[in-house]
């Protein structure tokens, strides 16, 4: 949760028509490719509307994906503001161990703003191609594989350019980036509790698996709306602001400001998109920090949707138009209509009915195997058992020789939140079909099982897939680990 509340005001005496925001709710809530998690919009400094889509609620971390380059980015103003590195410093200069081994000229002409704009001379990802030639260090089977082209010539949506950024921050503080951001970012903007996956080495992605509230979201884009200054105190500097929001790589051919270009073909900078409208950051399946300068604004919004141009063209559809010049008048009306709303957002929970009293006693204790002979979505899940007592039905997926029990109520989402914050919705569709919705509640995920008494077999299939791999179990936040607050 964050420290202390953003200061809030009505959208109309902001000069936010609440109608907009009305319209945007319906238009988001009935597009069938976007599953909104939660909205919060900002206006000249202050929260005019906040709502989160039960299950999900404002104090519960939630994966960030590709965001979280944009607090990496963060943690590089703060090192480059206090002399620990350079934008024109070789990025091999950081690792000396390296040097020996790093023979194109391309990679050793390779410089930390390259990296920190995506733009290293790789014309393609290469985390995979990476990660084969060092299973174990990232930054050298990064730095081995030679760029196509010349640093600071191509873009290239490039995980492992991101990694070696963070890995340079480790370097020089001598700190996770939760630790080093803790007293320069996290404390002053009052964001509470945060948690950075890790990979094999144990150090912290960089390039995605931070988890955080919305609300810290929309506290780093006010911050950089405001130039780097919070509370009257400043933070980062005005020019590494510019800096980092200003398209430094083409990220298409053609002219960025192209009416109809999408908002990923306007440009990058410093592990921030710029957009139709302002700049912003962005992770997988809408996750989003949008900074509208123009509009004195910052909206942050999670959800779950393959399509993020989708939600992003509904902002500019809805959004945008409705910040004003000056205060609205005779809006009152408005503003209490969206309040309300705002209190009752909620995703509608999947269908089901009550187990079918003649059938009780074939789905007791019932055992599932994968339709197919294999789960497609979850290879490690080897079986599903239903059980069913006084106090109702549960259902335990099999993975890896680890159960997960999900409890089955009747009607609405069951919310467990530990060990695993999970919501099941769902029930009988049939007398001999079982159909459970189960979201993982600090992630964008959803899995759908679904159970065949006839045949005694399951399926399970995500909506949005995991990025990062693991078991069921490893669908959330990491643990609470030092520097991470809260």
């Not at 990025?91 to 023979?103: Q, W």
């Not at 404390?187 to 509470?192: A, F, R, S, V």
């Not at 003649?358 to 002979?373: I, K, Q, V, Y």
């Amino acid at each position: 949760m964050s420290l202390r509340p953003l200061p809030s005001s009505t959208p109309s005496a902001q000069g936010v028509d609440a109608r907009g925001v009305l319209a945007f709710l319906d238009a988001v809530e009935s597009a069938a490719n976007v599953e909104p998690h939660s909205l919060m919009i900002l206006r000249h400094g202050r929260l005019v509307a906040a709502g989160w889509w039960a299950p999900y609620t404002p104090d519960r971390l939630h994966l960030l994906y590709s965001l979280s380059k944009s607090f990496t980015a963060t943690a590089a103003g703060f090192a480059l503001a206090e002399g620990l590195i350079g934008l024109d410093d070789p990025v091999l200069s950081y690792f000396p161990e390296l040097d020996a081994d790093i023979t194109d000229p391309r990679s050793r002409a390779m410089l930390v703003r390259h990296v920190a704009a995506m733009a290293s001379g790789h014309e393609a990802e290469t985390y995979e191609r990476a990660h084969a030639l060092d299973p174990d260090d990232l930054v050298r089977g990064f730095l081995l594989l030679p760029p196509d082209r010349d640093p600071g010539t191509v873009f290239a949506y490039n995980q492992p350019a991101t990694y070696t950024l963070a890995a340079i921050l480790r370097r020089v503080t001598g700190q996770p980036l939760t630790a080093y951001l803790r007293p320069r970012l996290l404390d002053p903007l009052g964001i509470g509790e945060v948690a950075w996956q890790t990979g094999r080495s144990g150090h912290e992605l960089g390039f995605s698996g931070l988890h955080a509230t919305t609300d810290a979201i929309a506290r780093l884009g006010q911050l950089y709306l405001d130039e780097g200054v919070w509370e009257g105190e400043r933070l980062l500097s005005p020019e590494w602001v510019a800096e980092a929001t200003r398209a430094h790589i083409a990220t298409a051919s053609g002219t960025p400001d192209d009416a109809d270009r999408p908002d990923w073909a306007r440009g990058y900078g410093f592990q921030f998109w710029r957009s139709r409208h302002g700049y912003r950051g962005d992770g997988a399946y809408g996750q989003f920090c949008l900074v509208l300068p123009e509009q004195d604004a910052v909206i942050a919004a999670t959800g779950a949707t393959q399509d993020m141009q989708a939600m992003l063209d509904l902002v500019w559809e809805h959004l945008v138009p409705a910040f004003r010049p000056g205060p609205l008048t005779g809006r009152e009306d408005a503003d209490a209509a969206l309040a309300e709303r705002l209190t009752r957002l909620a995703l509608p929970p999947a269908p089901g009915k009550p187990a079918p009293p003649e059938r009780d006693g074939e789905w007791t204790g019932a055992g599932f195997t994968p339709s197919g002979g294999v789960c497609a979505d979850r290879p490690g899940l080897t079986g599903v058992t239903v059980t069913g007592d006084a106090d109702g039905w549960t259902l335990s997926l099999a993975e890896e020789g680890r159960d997960l029990a999900l409890p089955l109520g009747s009607g609405g989402w069951q919310v467990t939140d530990g060990p695993l914050p999970i919501a099941v919705s769902g029930g009988w569709t049939d007398g001999a079909t079982l159909a459970a919705h189960v979201a993982f509640l600090e992630t964008p995920h959803r899995l759908r099982v679904t159970c065949s008494l006839d045949d005694r077999t399951f399926t399970a299939r995500w909506d949005t897939e995991p990025l990062h791999g693991g078991p069921l179990h490893s669908v959330r936040a990491p643990r609470r680990s030092p520097g991470s607050g809260g």
